[in-house]
């Protein structure tokens, strides 16, 4: 009786161990290595639908390592590759790649302004992989509702697709999502209430918009192609002066939102696309990089 009350309470010890393991208290642990993630992002946002100038996918990093956290961010700053870092991430999703042209040095600093490998330097030192996916995201189907959705605009189509999709493309163009009508005034302050940042606008405030053309970024080939679909207003990410000047007088209102403020949105669509791959939501975090400027009107001294 002993041996068999023993028995019992080794029995007991030895579940209660086991539902202490598999508990709420258990670390979480996700064996997907870097380069599998790679390739689940590569299969959302192909590296074929980027442009032949970029970079797609991870420029720094090994691939055979497992990943042990996620951060997402719109730009590969060292600052932001630090963050990742400290957050217990050895991964780092951007938008924009760490570099186009390959940098000709590398060695420790705060910026690439100082020394254009200063990126890769941090992340190697840290533990960082680095993967971006710049232009396949900004065509993906995933984005092309983004800029239309947040302005309450209904999409119609995609201004410039790219070869073989018609869902895929740079530039939407949608009408107004409502029946009493839209003047490029309210769409401005719309977009001053969405993005909490006042855009530059050429055009009269008092026109009526029919139609309306979104672009993350800068405007590009979207500008004309979004004035021979006979839109009445661009809203765009970054345009030139003489640019919006010309396709003013035009007729194509113009609503420059800001680059950084038209695609920091599309940190949300990588966040979801990591946590579609198979990262849990308590592995991801997004590194905030939306107060990198400010209006001095909205500085209170």
């Known amino acids: 009786m002993v041996a068999a009350k023993k028995n019992r309470e080794d029995g007991a010890g030895a579940e209660g161990l086991a539902r ?12 997907m290595t870097t380069g599998a993630l790679e390739q689940a992002l590569l299969a959302e946002f192909p590296a074929a639908d980027a442009e032949p100038w970029d970079r797609t996918g991870m420029t720094v990093g090994d691939p055979a390592r497992l990943v042990s956290g996620v951060a997402v961010a719109l730009d590969p700053t060292v600052e932001a590759i630090e963050a990742a870092a400290e957050r217990g991430a050895n991964v780092l999703v951007t938008h924009h790649p760490a570099y186009l042209a390959a940098p000709d040095s590398f060695m420790p600093a705060s910026s690439v302004a100082v020394n254009p490998g200063a990126g890769v330097w941090r992340a190697v030192e840290r533990g960082v992989s680095v993967m971006s996916f710049h ?34 493309g740079y530039g939407q163009l949608c009408e107004p999502g409502e029946d009493d009508g839209l003047s490029l005034g309210q769409l401005a302050a719309r977009c001053t209430s969405v993005f909490g940042r006042a855009p530059r606008v050429w055009g009269d405030f008092s026109r009526e918009l029919d139609r309306v053309a979104t672009c993350t970024g800068a405007a590009g080939d979207v500008a004309r192609a979004a004035l021979r679909a006979q839109a009445d207003c661009l809203v765009c990410g970054e345009i030139k002066y003489h640019d919006a000047l010309e396709f003013s007088q035009a007729g ?32 991801v975090s997004i590194v905030d990089q939306g107060e990198n400027w400010a209006y001095p009107e909205t500085v209170r001294v």
């Open 135 to 168: 232009t396949a995201l900004d065509v993906s189907a995933r984005v092309q509702r983004v800029l239309p959705g947040m302005l309450g605009l209904a999409l119609q189509s995609v201004l410039v697709p790219i070869e073989g999709s018609h869902a895929k």
């Open 20 to 31: 202490r393991a598999s508990g709420p208290l258990s670390k979480q642990i996700v064996a």
């Open 252 to 283: 194509l209102a113009v609503i420059d939102i800001g680059h950084d403020t038209s695609e920091l949105p599309l940190v949300a669509v990588l966040a979801a696309a990591v946590q579609a791959a198979g990262m849990p939501e308590a592995m």
